[in-house]
């Protein structure tokens, strides 16, 4: 008999790829919260969906931001990664990717230290 092996999304399938256009005051309308110098990934923070201007595809809250503009900036401070994108020419391409719920482990795994 053969075991039927159920395929399981890996995380790269569910990069959002994003192209924003600041706005009338220079801005991009989009928070960021996190960053290394708070023992946090960047993330998106709150999203002005009435400001935001997108060219293509769309943020949502809570999600990572894993590039600005190819650069990887995943453990990057935030002041660094602001930085990045002031000196970005419009329109900013953001890489991002939803967070996971929760961590699942293998059954009979324990994370306890031996």
């Known amino acids: 008999m053969s075991k039927v092996i159920q395929k399981k999304n890996h995380w790269i ?7 924003v256009i600041r706005g009338a005051c220079g801005v991009l309308n ?5 960053g290394a110098e708070h023992g946090e990934f960047a993330y998106i923070g709150q999203v002005r969906k009435d400001a ?3 060219q293509d595809g769309k943020l949502c809250e809570g999600e990572l931001l894993l590039e ?10 935030l002041y660094d990664i602001l ?3 002031k000196f970005c020419k419009d329109p900013v ?9 929760s ?3 293998l059954p009979g795994f324990d994370m306890k230290p031996a």
Do not use: H, M, W
């Open 13 to 19: 399938t569910k990069v959002n790829d994003c192209l």
């Open 30 to 34: 989009v928070d960021l919260c996190g």
């Open 52 to 54: 935001v201007v997108y």
């Open 68 to 77: 600005v503009e190819g650069l990887p900036v995943s453990g990057l401070p």
């Open 83 to 85: 930085n990045v994108i």
């Open 93 to 101: 391409r953001l890489k991002t990717v939803r967070q996971a719920g």
């Open 103 to 105: 961590l699942e482990f």
